[in-house]
């Protein structure tokens, strides 16, 4: 598997040479800002006290607090928090919200955790990463396996901490404590509006559109329902267990309701089985990656059948696939730019604590899709002006702001 921060850097380097950065903003790119890692003791159901690992890494503040989800999974690793917490800066970016980027991990199956042993986990690694977040430092959000209730419990450790309540030191978080109307659904509805703006780039209707999705969680899972809803043909969707695919169709809404017992999309009925390897090669007309990194790799690249693939997950090409694919003429909209939604809408939401005033949810669906539409068009102009691929003009856009940035700020001392 290709290393992550292997890929962000790569991705860094060709943008910087595109664009005759400066070699000192180059090198102050290549260098998170700060890197902490934190042991985790935890008492067990059992009395046992088992120590995981975790991490909180902050790329670049230039414009603004830090941003960034917190994700647990097994195989979480700092090099993967870098990588992720870098793009995090590009993204924010890319959309104009006024954030610098960081990420956050904890090496563990939280699947394998009771509710008491995960809340546990979670408090004490909020206590651990105490004195790098807060609402004007750095906003933890939502990631793999996390959800609305462990942002909750952050917030409350944050602020039994601090003596009063802070909402707006998380986001991503129940609306009964602060939350946003429109957070839990906005990443999906980003990769939505990209994908029609993609299919309208390329003078192709959506109605009828074929669709395969790799990832069935928070991102893919609402995606495909969106895309059926919109009169897309979703034909394949695959989760880390297997996939299925049925030329006619899959109906998303019965495809949660199976897989909330069976704990995977695998097995459905009425659907041929298929891998996740077999779903990424699938005759489609959008190929959405929403699961993790390195999915699309230089072993599985000449298979890809789509005409667009959009990265709703962050990081799932490679910079040698990516390259094969343009040369290939596949449209792919870039992760720093195809998945911003989440992000544009926890700025919303941290908006909305600061100010202790809460928008409708049409309201903030509509100001998320003026911010995705005003990005997208921006993107593709420079694209189109250059003669470059969409990743390496939304690459060349956020780098230069997050540069802008650091010319007005100058260096001290």
């Given at each position: 598997?290709?290393?992550?921060?292997?890929?962000?850097l790569?991705?860094?380097?060709?943008?910087?040479?595109?664009?005759?950065?400066?070699?000192?903003?180059?090198?102050i790119f290549r260098?998170?800002?700060?890197?902490?890692?934190v042991?985790?003791?935890?008492?067990?159901?059992?009395?046992?006290?088992?120590v995981?690992?975790?991490?909180?890494?902050?790329h670049?503040?230039a414009?603004g607090p830090?941003?960034?989800?917190?994700?647990?999974?097994?195989?979480?690793?700092?090099?993967e928090?870098?990588?992720?917490?870098?793009?995090m800066?590009?993204?924010?970016?890319?959309?104009?919200?006024?954030y610098?980027?960081?990420?956050?991990?904890?090496?563990?199956?939280?699947?394998?955790?009771?509710?008491?042993?995960?809340?546990r986990l979670?408090?004490?690694?909020?206590?651990?990463?105490?004195?790098?977040?807060?609402?004007?430092?750095?906003?933890?959000?939502?990631?793999?396996?996390?959800?609305?209730?462990?942002?909750?419990?952050?917030?409350?450790?944050?602020?039994?901490?601090?003596?009063?309540?802070?909402?707006g030191?998380?986001?991503g978080?129940p609306?009964s404590?602060?939350?946003?109307?429109?957070?839990?659904g906005a990443?999906?509805r980003g990769?939505?509006t990209?994908?029609?703006?993609?299919?309208?780039?390329?003078?192709?209707q959506p109605?009828?559109?074929?669709?395969?999705?790799?990832?069935?969680?928070?991102?893919?899972?609402?995606?495909?329902?969106?895309?059926?809803?919109a009169?897309?043909?979703?034909?394949?969707?695959a989760?880390?267990?297997?996939?299925?695919?049925?030329?006619r169709g899959?109906?998303p809404?019965?495809?949660?309701?199976?897989k909330?017992?069976?704990?995977?999309?695998?097995?459905?009925?009425?659907?041929d089985?298929?891998?996740?390897?077999?779903?990424?090669a699938?005759?489609?007309?959008?190929?959405?990656?929403?699961?993790?990194?390195?999915?699309?790799?230089?072993?599985?690249?000449?298979?890809?059948?789509?005409?667009?693939v959009?990265?709703?997950?962050?990081?799932?090409?490679?910079?040698e696939?990516?390259?094969a694919?343009?040369?290939r003429?596949?449209?792919?909209?870039?992760?720093?730019?195809?998945?911003?939604?989440?992000?544009?809408?926890?700025?919303?939401?941290?908006?909305?604590?600061?100010?202790a005033y809460?928008?409708?949810?049409d309201?903030?669906?509509m100001?998320m899709?003026?911010?995705?539409?005003?990005?997208y068009?921006?993107?593709r102009?420079l694209?189109?002006?250059?003669?470059?691929?969409?990743?390496?003009?939304?690459l060349?856009?956020?780098i230069?702001?997050?540069?802008d940035?650091?010319?007005?700020?100058?260096?001290?001392?």
């Amino acid at each position: 598997m290709t290393n992550a921060w292997a890929t962000a850097l790569s991705q860094l380097d060709e943008a910087v040479s595109f664009m005759g950065l400066e070699p000192e903003f180059h090198d102050i790119f290549r260098t998170p800002k700060r890197i902490l890692t934190v042991s985790i003791p935890v008492r067990m159901d059992d009395g046992r006290v088992e120590v995981f690992t975790g991490f909180r890494v902050h790329h670049s503040l230039a414009r603004g607090p830090a941003k960034g989800g917190v994700r647990y999974h097994p195989e979480v690793s700092v090099d993967e928090v870098k990588a992720l917490a870098m793009w995090m800066t590009w993204k924010c970016a890319v959309v104009g919200i006024p954030y610098g980027g960081a990420k956050g991990g904890v090496r563990i199956d939280p699947k394998r955790l009771s509710d008491g042993e995960l809340e546990r986990l979670t408090r004490r690694y909020a206590s651990e990463i105490l004195p790098f977040i807060g609402p004007e430092r750095d906003i933890p959000a939502p990631d793999v396996n996390t959800d609305e209730r462990i942002m909750a419990w952050i917030m409350d450790t944050y602020s039994v901490n601090s003596g009063f309540s802070v909402p707006g030191v998380v986001t991503g978080k129940p609306v009964s404590i602060g939350g946003s109307q429109g957070r839990s659904g906005a990443t999906s509805r980003g990769v939505v509006t990209v994908a029609m703006l993609a299919l309208r780039q390329l003078d192709m209707q959506p109605e009828g559109r074929s669709v395969a999705i790799q990832g069935f969680g928070k991102v893919g899972g609402f995606a495909a329902q969106l895309f059926h809803d919109a009169g897309f043909n979703v034909i394949g969707i695959a989760d880390y267990k297997g996939g299925v695919y049925n030329a006619r169709g899959l109906n998303p809404t019965a495809l949660l309701r199976y897989k909330s017992e069976a704990d995977t999309v695998a097995g459905f009925p009425g659907a041929d089985a298929i891998t996740n390897d077999e779903l990424l090669a699938l005759e489609c007309d959008l190929l959405v990656p929403a699961a993790i990194e390195d999915q699309i790799t230089g072993r599985n690249v000449d298979a890809v059948r789509a005409k667009i693939v959009v990265e709703g997950a962050n990081g799932p090409t490679t910079p040698e696939a990516d390259h094969a694919l343009a040369d290939r003429g596949v449209l792919v909209v870039p992760d720093v730019l195809a998945n911003a939604g989440g992000v544009t809408v926890s700025y919303f939401e941290w908006v909305q604590d600061i100010q202790a005033y809460f928008w409708s949810e049409d309201e903030v669906n509509m100001r998320m899709r003026e911010v995705m539409e005003r990005a997208y068009g921006e993107v593709r102009s420079l694209s189109e002006e250059k003669g470059v691929r969409l990743r390496l003009a939304a690459l060349a856009i956020g780098i230069g702001r997050v540069a802008d940035a650091h010319r007005a700020r100058g260096l001290f001392p």
